[in-house]
């Protein structure tokens, strides 16, 4: 009995230690922007903080470098291309999961291994159209690739959803007379909500989160989304004021946090719908 | 090719699943808009990397000039570029193989279903979802030869000073060791969804035979996680092989070449120094690879799929 309780506390330490490892990262950038920039350079951090110091932090970044504009330019950026990748992707999803025809396995297995594809594949190629059609240092220039990026994605998630709802809910509304691209729209779309909202999540995730092919189509800071603000700020050469770049660290997470604290459990669906269906 | 075609129905129940109006235009209807937009943002640049590579760009006068193999020549010939494979190779390896012996570790650990496990979990997902660059950011801070608090701990506990991304035999374990970090919990989640989903029937079945932990880990609980953990590994595998990200907010491919990708070779000979031929060699060298892995993880769904139609 008493090997038990012996057992049981370690595991709690051990829980303990792996949140830790999780959070302490977190916690330490969340620190190092609270602190003026000569007090970054205490080890370890002292215990000792400066409201004034804080709002000097936080108000650099939010006021002087157009962090609104950033949140804002990410914002429309990624709801206007999640939306139009499901757009594409939910019909296009239905369309592998329950009609039969020509080339469908190709078709299937070739937009699969777009999700796999290094960017770096395409990000020249997409950089240069970009660039011939003029729409350099513009939104849509942004939303036009990343909606390519994300459509695999939504398309395998869907599929998945599809999969999943009985085909005689299909075939009963067929027989009352809608058609195909109408059973989608009236009957489908509801039951397929949580599949929605697991494909948006992801498309999310990654258009929030990418700058290979921004870095390069934009180059003014008021079409500028996060991070790619944040890599021009915090450049691996560039000379780095800290507990700046620890405050524009902790504005970028925040949304993620909040984000992640919404829908975690269809991040959890997602990673999942390959591994155990 | 195969993977899918469980996704289309199987081929014996043709008759019972092919719908009575069904036509072509329907399936033009729905499918042709994604498919055409893929047309044009990701096969048409796929095809024009291809021909790239068979090119030189002229940057002065925005020309492109045939210039056969010699890209692909240039490229074989390479040290910087054997540099940068072995470099990406040793990443993914040893990153994976890291992650999938801790995150089943880990899988194992929480389906013991101890209290207040769930905001750990929590915590746990939060790194993957991080923007990249801000992943670069918190641990060059924490590894900061001057002020980072890995350094302090390192000296206070006898290690001595650790060149963590100055150090050119030890930048590119300091990658594995932050690609860990933020990927890790992927694999957890991946195997314990898994552990989860089995029936607890086997485990007690199993400890009333009397094995020991260790028996039943080895012999029942390993075998069931397997394809769980199969298609974990393939999956990071793949976009392991794939890194930039980590690079580019970390080391920038320093020092020298030492943690330099594929993936970075390729952005930096082509957005830095506008060699684009040459990035499109370098590109296409990795489209081949990956279309081996992407091959090969197609495989497990499908079989996966498989197993469990009914």
């Known amino acids: ?277 | 090719m195969t993977a899918v075609t469980a996704h289309t129905g199987r081929p014996g129940k043709k008759a019972r699943l092919a719908p009575p109006t069904q036509g072509r235009g329907e399936a033009w209807l729905l499918l042709g808009p994604a498919a055409l937009y893929l047309i044009a943002f990701s096969i048409y640049p796929l095809i024009m990397s291809l021909i790239r590579s068979f090119q030189d760009y002229n940057q002065t006068k925005d020309t492109w000039r045939w210039i056969g193999l010699r890209n692909y020549q240039d490229l074989f010939t390479s040290a910087e570029f054997w540099t940068v494979v072995k470099n990406t190779l040793i990443l993914m390896t040893a990153g994976v193989a890291i992650q999938v012996v801790l995150g089943t570790a880990l899988a194992l650990f929480f389906n013991q279903n101890l209290r207040g496990s769930a905001i750990v979990r929590g915590i746990l997902i939060l790194p993957m979802l991080l923007t990249p660059i801000v992943v670069g950011l918190m641990w060059r801070a924490l590894l900061n030869p001057q002020w980072g608090l890995l350094n302090w701990l390192a000296v206070k506990m006898g290690l001595g000073y650790v060149g963590w991304l100055s150090d050119a035999h030890v930048a590119l374990w300091t990658l594995v060791l932050v690609d860990s970090w933020q990927w890790t919990p992927f694999v957890f989640v991946v195997v314990y969804a898994r552990l989860q989903a089995l029936p607890q029937e086997v485990f007690e079945a199993g400890s009333v035979d009397g094995a020991t932990w260790f028996q039943r880990l080895r012999y029942l609980t390993l075998p069931l996680l397997m394809p769980a953990i199969v298609f974990a590994a393939i999956f990071r595998g793949i976009d392991a092989f794939r890194t930039f990200d980590l690079v580019f907010g970390l080391t920038n491919g320093g020092p020298v070449q030492a943690t330099s990708t594929l993936s970075f070779e390729g952005f930096q000979n082509g957005f830095e120094f506008q060699r684009y031929g040459y990035a499109s060699a370098v590109s296409y060298v990795m489209v081949f690879a990956a279309a081996i892995g992407i091959t090969l993880l197609l495989r497990v769904v499908r079989v996966r799929r498989m197993d469990v139609a009914p």
């Open chain 1, 1 to 277: 009995m008493n090997g038990r309780i012996v057992g049981r506390v370690i595991s709690y330490i051990v829980l303990v230690l792996i949140g830790l490892a999780g959070i302490a990262p977190f916690l330490y950038l969340l620190v190092l922007s609270f602190k003026s920039r000569l007090d970054v350079l205490t080890v370890p951090p002292d215990r000792h903080f400066d409201w004034s110091t804080i709002q000097e932090n936080y108000r650099t970044v939010i006021h002087d470098d157009h962090y609104v504009t950033f949140v804002v330019n990410s914002l429309v950026v990624t709801g206007v291309a999640t939306l139009i990748a499901l757009g594409l992707g939910v019909p296009a999803a239905y369309a592998f999961s329950r009609l039969r025809f020509r080339g469908a396995d190709t078709w299937a297995s070739t937009i699969l291994s777009f999700r796999f594809m290094p960017p770096i594949a395409v990000a020249i190629p997409i950089y240069l159209m970009i660039r011939s059609l003029g729409l350099v240092d513009s939104r849509i220039g942004l939303i036009l690739p990343y909606v390519a990026f994300s459509l695999p994605l939504v398309i395998w998630i869907m599929i998945g959803f599809f999969d999943e709802i009985p085909r005689e809910i299909d075939e009963s509304a067929m027989v009352d007379g809608l058609t195909r691209p109408l059973v989608l729209l009236r009957v489908l779309l509801p039951l397929a909500r949580p599949g929605m909202l697991v494909a948006a999540t992801f498309g999310v995730i990654f258009v929030w989160n990418e700058f290979l092919v921004g870095l390069y189509i934009v180059n003014s800071a008021d079409k500028e989304t996060i991070p790619i603000a944040a890599s021009s700020l915090l450049t691996v050469e560039s000379p780095i004021d800290w507990n700046i770049a620890a405050t524009v660290g902790v504005l970028t997470v925040i949304p993620i946090l909040i984000f992640s604290m919404v829908v975690q459990r269809y991040i959890v669906r997602g990673i999942t719908a390959g591994a155990v269906r």
